[in-house]
Structure formats: structure tokens, C-alpha cells
């Protein structure tokens, strides 16, 4: 008889894990000047229990700046100030995973540096709110058409981004394809109103998001290189449209044949339908490797869906903020403490290293 998988229970393959708990991506706003800094490094190692740590989004080109004060990985100097990150998470005995976000859209210029403009599928606005911290609270702006120029620029970007990020000791880098975010405004119908080849059909519509992956790939190894999804999404007033399970559902299948380390889904807004849970379920099948899901899952829940083998990887985020040994909590049925949500995106240690571990 086969032993029940849980949260706890060590992973082997392409990824070789300590564990199936993985810590989720999360915007922190602390990178001043677009660079990694120390106050980073020593938030990333409290949390090295986790079998996997993935990182906040960070930027592979200035046009992806969206927000105040998110990191880059486009430059020498931001490449050189990830190393202290990945020396600190190494050293406590974790993994980790870089998360490369373009906001394309979803920004202001009054967060661009000099030179970077808003690039998207179309020039449509968010129409979100976006804080800036020269200009207080502004709306986002509407940003330019890429050309097809802009296209293959922005995908040779992402790749050297996945570059840099090795050289500065990451195990992997994650494509942010969810939330509303670049890759995800090529794929939603309402989003992408193109007429050319990265437009219309869903063959179209993913094909941005398929060349992006390839084009990593091709830089990193597959082994390397990961994606994070979410149907069915409506963060930053993303449109619904009718196609969604069905271009899901051809981009896992297209995806698989890369054979990437794993795919991140954001399962909350899936569950929600019969045609999502199905659509959920044809993901598992057609998508060979890791499969890591995220949305709220408690520790039961979590090990529920690894046995179920409904994943292969449970990711934990906002309880990962106010509980830096969150593995240890969750072993031992400790109560998890709660975060200040105040602090999420200030600029200091305050909400970020200072939660203690439990007694």
C-alpha cells in the first residue's frame, strides 16, 4: 500500500523538495530603488522551511515597473543585489523561485523611470486605482499598443530577465501569467482586442504566452522555468469572456510540451462553476508536471487535494507574512498568527521581518 501524500511529505523529480508547502508570490513594496536590499534577503530566509519559496513579482523590463517600489531584474546592478537574497535562503536550506511580472497596463507613469512607457495587447486602461508615492493615490493610465516590434522585444526581455536571475542564484523563475498582469491581458478576449497574430482566436490570444515560455526555455532550461495561471480571474478588472475553459484548457496542453518545472494555479475563481472544476480536472490531466495549486487552502484542505491527487503542491501566501515558520505551526497545530494588512506595501521592517516565531 502506497503511503498518503500530505503537505509534510517530501517531492521527487524535476523538482526535488523538502516539502509540498510552498510560499506564494506577494507584492511587499519594500525593493527601494527597484533593488533587492538586506531588509529582502532576511524576510526570504525566515521563511526557508517552505519547500519552495517563490518571490514577489519582479520586473523584467522598466516598462513592467507598474508599482511603487517593486524590484527589477533588468539591469547589472538589480542582478548583483538579488545575490545577498539567494545566498541568505540558500544558506538556511531553501529553494527558490523567482517571480518575473510584467504589470504591462496595471501602472502609472509616476512609478516608470525615465524612458518606460505602459505597454499592453491593446490600449485599454485598468481603470484601478494605483499608488504612487510622488503623486499619492492616482487612477492607471491608458496604456500604448505594443507593436510587433514591442512584442519580440518584451519576449527577448523576459528571457534575459531569466538569465539574470541564475546568475544571481535563483533555482527557477516563475512567468507571472495571472492576476491581470501582461502575460494574462494577451490572453483574456476583453483585454486583447488585436487583429494580428497575437489576437482573436485563442491560438492567437496564447500564442504571447507560449512564446514567452519557449523563449525562456530556450535561455534557462525547462527545469527552470514555470508559469502561474489563473482562469477565470477578474483581479484588476479583467473582463470575463465566453472562451475561457477552452483556451485554458489548449494553453495547459500547449505548455506541457515544454516541459516546464511546473505550473502555479489560482484555483479560487475556478471552483466557482461546474465548467471550471471540469476545466480544473482537464488541467491535471493534460499538464504532465508539477502542478501547484493556491486560493486559501488551510492545512486540511491542502492535504485533502495532495491525496485526492488533485496537485502535487500546495502554495500558502498572505499566512506566510505574519508566520515566518509557518511549517512549524502547521505541524503542530500552533494558531497562525494574523497580519497587519496596514503594512503589506509600506517601505520598512515594520509588517515584514518583525513577526515573531511561535514560542
Known amino acids: 500500500m502506497s503511503e498518503t501524500i500530505n503537505l509534510f511529505t517530501p517531492l521527487k523529480g524535476k523538482l526535488n523538495l523538502k516539502n509540498r508547502i510552498v510560499m506564494a508570490p506577494m507584492t511587499r513594496c519594500r525593493a527601494i530603488g527597484n533593488l533587492a536590499n538586506p531588509l529582502i534577503a532576511t524576510y526570504y ?64 507613469s509616476a512609478n516608470l523611470p525615465a524612458g518606460a512607457q505602459l505597454l499592453a495587447p491593446s490600449a485599454i486602461n485598468a481603470d484601478s486605482p494605483m499608488w504612487t508615492d510622488t503623486q499619492g493615490m492616482q487612477t492607471t493610465e491608458t496604456p500604448k499598443a505594443m507593436t510587433a516590434d514591442e512584442i519580440k522585444a518584451t519576449i527577448e526581455e523576459f528571457a534575459q530577465a531569466a538569465a539574470n536571475a541564475i546568475e544571481a542564484g535563483f533555482d527557477g523563475v516563475e512567468l507571472h501569467g495571472a492576476n491581470g498582469y501582461l502575460l494574462e ?3 483574456n478576449a476583453g483585454t486583447n482586442q488585436r487583429t ?45 469572456y465566453d472562451d475561457t475553459a477552452a483556451l485554458y484548457d489548449y494553453l495547459a496542453t500547449e505548455l506541457n510540451k515544454l516541459e516546464l518545472a511546473y505550473l502555479h494555479l489560482i484555483d479560487y475563481a475556478s471552483r466557482a462553476t461546474e465548467e471550471g472544476r471540469a ?10 508536471p508539477a502542478l501547484i495549486l493556491n486560493a486559501g487552502y ?7 487535494a495532495l491525496a485526492n491527487n488533485e496537485a502535487d503542491l500546495i502554495s500558502f501566501g498572505t499566512p506566510f507574512i505574519a508566520n515566518p515558520d509557518l511549517l512549524h505551526r502547521l505541524a503542530n497545530d500552533i494558531e497562525l498568527a494574523q497580519p497587519d494588512t496596514n503594512t503589506f506595501y509600506t517601505a520598512d521592517a515594520a509588517g515584514f521581518t518583525d513577526y515573531p516565531a511561535a514560542v
Open 45 to 108: 530566509a525566515q521563511r526557508s522551511t517552505a519547500g519552495l519559496i517563490i518571490t514577489e513579482g519582479v520586473a523584467p523590463s522598466p516598462n513592467g515597473l507598474g508599482y511603487a517600489r517593486i524590484p527589477g531584474i533588468f539591469s547589472p546592478e538589480q542582478t548583483e543585489s538579488w545575490k545577498t537574497v539567494t545566498q541568505a535562503v540558500h544558506a538556511a536550506g531553501g529553494q527558490l523561485f523567482m517571480q518575473l511580472m510584467h504589470t504591462g497596463r496595471v501602472g502609472h
Open 185 to 187: 491581458q494577451f490572453l
Open 196 to 240: 494580428d497574430e497575437y489576437g482573436g482566436s485563442i491560438e492567437n490570444r496564447a500564442r504571447f504566452v507560449i512564446e514567452t515560455a519557449r523563449a525562456v526555455v530556450e535561455r534557462i532550461g525547462a527545469d527552470k522555468t514555470a508559469i502561474r495561471l489563473s482562469p477565470y480571474n477578474t483581479f484588476n478588472n479583467m473582463p470575463a
Open 279 to 288: 476545466l480544473l480536472q482537464s488541467i491535471r490531466t493534460s499538464f504532465k
Open 298 to 304: 488551510t492545512k486540511e484542505r491542502g492535504n485533502l
